[in-house]
């Protein structure tokens, strides 16, 4: 007989690459793994997995059945959420968000969801709006949120506040406080996020509309990077201006006067169409009540 227990190591062993891991992850040990695939193996008299390889790496039998098992599983969410009310719905519900929600409002809407979900266990990662994407896509997140840049009928859009970014440099790095021209910012060292980056390619979008080419480019898929890069005054960089209020205020940093200002970010909450749900809907609206990005960033001191 089959078991959701036998189901679950054999979906954790794929996801994270190894039996230690997986036993981590539910909480188990590593014999209790091992004897869930022996029996998975006893049932259907098939090898799992192939003992001549020192990773965890499923047979062809193997692979169909991590792909039926994942169907177990979803069903098995599927009738909890539905069948459960908020207080009492326990299953894990995998987040997705860049940088910027990390360091200012995803702990707002975690506190939300527990409140209102206290048995739910949530799980955040913050990865680049391509990575999250990919992992929404392949089913090993359930709702990501990002700059708003992505279009398919495949996911549910919720569409969020936006991010207000100036370009921004050390009072030292441009001393004038007069206007600057594309043709004298193109001679400047730009930090910028590479196209992994939802911001990065909402940018390079508008850099190709309005005709401005960075010849001194300098780029980062990391926000706290590109920050600690201008901070260090290496180059300009647009930055989120009610996020880092701190560094305008004390004058470590500046906004300079180029005109056309930058286009405003928008962000959104994606997930899947063909897993909606009251739990779905629910995170959405938590999603729209918590989102604020006018907080200082985290740990930008």
Same mark, same amino acid.
């Given at each position: 007989m089959i078991t959701f227990k036998q189901v679950e190591a054999l979906y954790w062993i794929s996801e994270l690459g190894n039996f230690a891991a997986a036993a981590d992850k539910l909480n188990t040990t590593q014999s209790a793994i091992s004897k869930r695939i022996n029996e998975l193996e006893s049932v259907f008299d098939i090898e799992v997995f192939d003992r001549s390889r020192r990773n965890a790496k499923l047979t062809e039998k193997g692979t169909e059945l991590l792909a039926l098992s994942k169907d177990m599983l979803d069903m098995r969410d599927y009738v909890l959420e539905r069948m459960s009310s908020p207080e009492t719905l326990h299953k894990r519900f995998r987040i997705g968000v860049t940088?910027?929600?990390?360091?200012?409002?995803?702990?707002? $809407?975690? !506190? =939300?969801?527990?409140?209102?979900?206290?048995? /739910?266990?949530?799980?955040?990662?913050?990865?680049?709006?391509?990575? +999250?994407?990919?992992?929404?896509?392949?089913?090993?997140?359930?709702?990501?949120?990002?700059?708003?840049?992505?279009?398919?009928?495949?996911?549910?859009?919720?569409?969020?506040?936006?991010?207000?970014?100036?370009?921004?440099?050390?009072?030292?790095?441009?001393?004038?406080?007069?206007?600057?021209?594309?043709?004298? $910012?193109? !001679? =400047?060292?730009?930090?910028?996020?590479?196209? /992994?980056?939802?911001?990065?390619?909402?940018?390079?979008?508008?850099? +190709?509309?309005?005709?401005?080419?960075?010849?001194?480019?300098?780029?980062?898929?990391?926000?706290?990077?590109?920050?600690?890069?201008?901070?260090?005054?290496?180059?300009?960089?647009?930055?989120?201006?009610?996020?880092m209020k701190k560094h305008l205020d004390s004058g470590s940093l500046k906004i300079l006067d180029i005109t056309p200002q930058l286009p405003e970010v928008r962000y959104a909450a994606l997930h899947r169409a063909d897993r909606d749900s009251k739990l779905y809907s629910d995170v959405i609206s938590y999603a729209s009540a918590s989102c604020d990005f006018d907080g200082v960033l985290i740990g930008a001191s």
């Amino acid at each position: 007989m089959i078991t959701f227990k036998q189901v679950e190591a054999l979906y954790w062993i794929s996801e994270l690459g190894n039996f230690a891991a997986a036993a981590d992850k539910l909480n188990t040990t590593q014999s209790a793994i091992s004897k869930r695939i022996n029996e998975l193996e006893s049932v259907f008299d098939i090898e799992v997995f192939d003992r001549s390889r020192r990773n965890a790496k499923l047979t062809e039998k193997g692979t169909e059945l991590l792909a039926l098992s994942k169907d177990m599983l979803d069903m098995r969410d599927y009738v909890l959420e539905r069948m459960s009310s908020p207080e009492t719905l326990h299953k894990r519900f995998r987040i997705g968000v860049t940088e910027l929600t990390a360091l200012t409002w995803l702990p707002k $809407l975690v !506190k =939300l969801i527990a409140h209102n979900y206290p048995k /739910l266990i949530i799980e955040p990662q913050v990865e680049l709006s391509s990575t +999250l994407l990919e992992k929404l896509a392949n089913d090993s997140l359930d709702m990501i949120i990002v700059p708003d840049v992505y279009e398919d009928t495949a996911y549910k859009v919720c569409r969020l506040k936006t991010v207000k970014n100036a370009w921004m440099c050390t009072p030292d790095y441009v001393p004038t406080d007069g206007p600057i021209d594309f043709e004298s $910012l193109s !001679k =400047l060292n730009v930090l910028t996020q590479s196209n /992994l980056s939802g911001t990065g390619v909402i940018y390079e979008r508008w850099f +190709l509309q309005n005709g401005f080419k960075v010849t001194r480019k300098l780029l980062s898929n990391s926000l706290v990077a590109q920050i600690g890069l201008t901070l260090s005054g290496i180059g300009i960089s647009y930055l989120p201006i009610s996020a880092m209020k701190k560094h305008l205020d004390s004058g470590s940093l500046k906004i300079l006067d180029i005109t056309p200002q930058l286009p405003e970010v928008r962000y959104a909450a994606l997930h899947r169409a063909d897993r909606d749900s009251k739990l779905y809907s629910d995170v959405i609206s938590y999603a729209s009540a918590s989102c604020d990005f006018d907080g200082v960033l985290i740990g930008a001191s």
